[in-house]
């Protein structure tokens, strides 16, 4: 039970009585998001590369609240255990800072986003210009708020452009989320918790092809159609932002 | 399409011309879907005339790095390497620059006893060649198998260019075999590389 006011206020005690978490009238026409935003409007993306000194390649990424830091390790040798391969290896890692949700340790339930990540980037790195050798990406989320996989794939994207891997081209990804009748793109944690189903695609705007599509819940085929036109558009424009920031860091070092 | 100037920077998957008027070089590749070339790393794009004997007239367009790619032993490269261990018929070697650049991280290589020189190849005495510790010059061979590269070197700029006596001096070579301790006086045999003056 809640503690009264009444008892004695030197001691503090947190509530153990869950708030329910009341999902918000969507069918509502006016309902708007939490922070303002329109349906399909994105949040502003601030992009950094060179974050870490020590890697090969690193970038830094921040989507409102979500904060992520990507470093590139590569190509270097293979370990010995590993069978010859006359392509290069990639093998991904994300982890969650401990403090990267609002309740402690909670970020470990994500195992299964380092295999989606390969599986975006596998598409997009040009293999055979590093023979026998490996490319370890390591991504670590300090801040988790919502949509964590597309700014992880998209941070670790520029990583890579960052330490000089040939790629065919740089991957944006971005994720929609459907709430009842509504598409919204780009969804912070909250509204991703009560969102009826997702769609995350990871697109190479250049070459106009999706590495990978990931689907969850319940879509309609009309829906779907709707959700990846977003998505693709979405896509495209981040990569202009990536490039963009990509050539600063470029003139900025050679001055 | 956008005409691009001299210079320019790009990034992956930017457009960098027709294939039927440029020819893809270093850091450039060429869609066969579309016909286009297209950058694959981040940097400045510099378009070379193409050599005038050869078959095809188009210009290269290459990009040079703003960051150095990190290197990669690749066949027909020279490498500066150190000597971990030496047996009967293999040595054993860190490679540590690939041609003018050293690397981040060394990768592991192999000296096999007939790659050591070239002539005499079945004569060879891995222990009068290299000595552990030993900085030596060689050329890739291949990729070699999982574990290391496979290094030759069995001309006679490559061999042993560094290496110190018994004693704790550095030598000094006095002939492609044998090296002398300015200390000491010893002479020690290695495989010695000839240095160009």
Not at chain 1, 64 to 74: A, C, D, R, Y
Not at chain 2, 100 to 114: L, M, P
Request: proline share 4%.
């Amino acid at each position: 039970m809640a503690t009264k006011a009444s008892a004695s206020p030197s001691t503090y005690s947190p509530s153990t009585r869950r708030r329910k978490q009341e999902r918000p009238n969507i069918k509502d026409p006016d309902w708007v998001r939490s922070d303002g935003r329109g349906f399909h409007q994105c949040r502003p993306a601030f992009l950094r590369t060179g974050a870490v000194n020590a890697a090969a390649g690193s970038a830094y990424a921040e989507f409102g609240n979500t904060k992520v830091i990507v470093s590139v390790f590569g190509p270097r040798e293979s370990k010995k255990a590993m069978m010859y391969s006359d392509i290069g290896r990639l093998n991904c890692n994300i982890s969650y800072t401990t403090f990267a949700t609002s309740i402690r340790g909670q970020g470990s339930d994500h195992k299964e986003y380092s295999s989606m990540l390969h599986k975006a980037l596998e598409g997009a790195i040009i293999l055979e210009s590093f023979p026998k050798t490996t490319v370890d990406v390591f991504a670590l989320v300090l801040e988790s708020g919502g949509s964590d996989l597309p700014v992880v794939i998209s941070c670790a994207s520029l990583a890579l452009a960052d330490a000089g891997i040939m790629m065919y081209d740089l991957v944006a990804a971005v994720s929609v989320s459907c709430l009842g009748t509504n598409l919204i793109i780009d969804p912070v944690l909250e509204e991703e918790s009560y969102q009826d189903g997702s769609l995350m695609i990871t697109f190479m705007p250049s070459r106009n092809e999706v590495t990978q599509m990931t689907i969850t819940g319940e879509w309609s085929t009309q829906k779907i159609h709707e959700a990846m036109e977003l998505c693709l558009d979405a896509c495209s424009k981040l990569r202009t932002i990536m490039s963009s920031c990509l050539k600063e860091a470029a003139f900025a070092s050679n001055e | 399409m956008r005409q691009m100037e001299e210079g320019e920077v790009v990034t992956p998957g930017e457009v960098l011309g027709k294939a039927s008027e440029l020819r893809a070089g270093k850091g450039a590749y060429v869609s066969p879907e579309t016909n286009l070339v297209y950058a694959s790393l981040t940097g400045r794009r510099s378009i070379l005339s193409p050599a005038p004997d050869s078959n095809d007239q188009r210009p290269i367009v290459e990009i040079t790095g703003h960051k150095a790619h990190s290197v990669v032993p690749e066949p027909g490269c020279t490498v500066i390497a150190r000597v971990k261990k030496v047996m009967a018929k293999t040595a054993s070697v860190d490679i540590m620059c690939v041609d003018a650049k050293s690397v981040r991280e060394k990768f592991t290589g192999i000296i096999r006893q007939q790659d050591v020189r070239a002539t005499e190849i079945d004569k060879v005495d891995m222990h009068t060649s290299f000595r552990v510790g030993d900085i030596v010059r060689a050329s890739v061979l291949s990729l070699g198998d999982a574990r290391a590269y496979y290094l030759s070197t069995a001309k006679n700029e490559l061999g042993v260019v560094s290496a110190r006596s018994a004693a704790g001096a550095i030598m000094i070579p006095i002939s492609w075999t044998e090296m002398q301790c300015p200390l000491t006086g010893q002479i020690e045999k290695r495989k010695v590389a000839k240095v160009q003056t």
